[in-house]
């Protein structure tokens, strides 16, 4: 693989990882809520949870019409939306938290190469041919 690939899949897995790390804390504040669905549903129908809020553990969060946007308390940003009923990305979000975190920014095209490779390793899942992308602990599917 070249440079530019090695930096994309870089890239895609430092998205990765901070998506894995904010989450976690989101719904270590949360017992009740065990993915981005259930807060979406806390929020809007049994109206527990405000639409935007900072949890006890520091991630801010928003939920939006598919999804949400959550930021931690170092100003990472990670944002998924709910495709097919699974916590899905695609190389815009990654694009964002790039923008967040470092000079090296791949091109979307860079992107989706490197997270079509990612899921042909089992690192994400595929979950609407290259486009939407998800991580494999988070994969939600039929719940």
Not at 23 to 38: C, E, H, M, N, T
Not at 47 to 66: D, F, I, N, Q
Not at 105 to 125: D, I, K
Request: glycine share 8%; net charge negative.
């Amino acid at each position: 693989m070249g440079d530019e690939s090695e930096l994309a899949i870089a890239a895609v897995r430092r998205y990765a990882a901070a998506l894995r790390r904010i989450q976690s804390r989101l719904f270590d504040a949360y017992p009740d809520v065990g993915g981005i669905k259930d807060l979406m549903v806390a929020v809007r129908h049994k109206k527990t949870l405000p639409r935007e809020g900072t949890s006890s553990t520091g991630v801010a969060y928003a939920v939006h019409g598919a999804g949400c946007h959550m930021i931690d308390e170092l100003g990472r940003v990670v944002d998924v939306d709910v495709v097919d009923d699974v916590e899905a990305f695609d190389a815009w979000r990654i694009r964002r938290f790039l923008n967040e975190q470092s000079d090296a920014r791949p091109s979307v095209e860079e992107l989706r190469a490197a997270y079509s490779h990612l899921a042909s390793t089992g690192e994400l899942l595929e979950v609407r041919a290259g486009h939407w992308y998800a991580l494999p602990d988070r994969w939600r599917k039929g719940d």
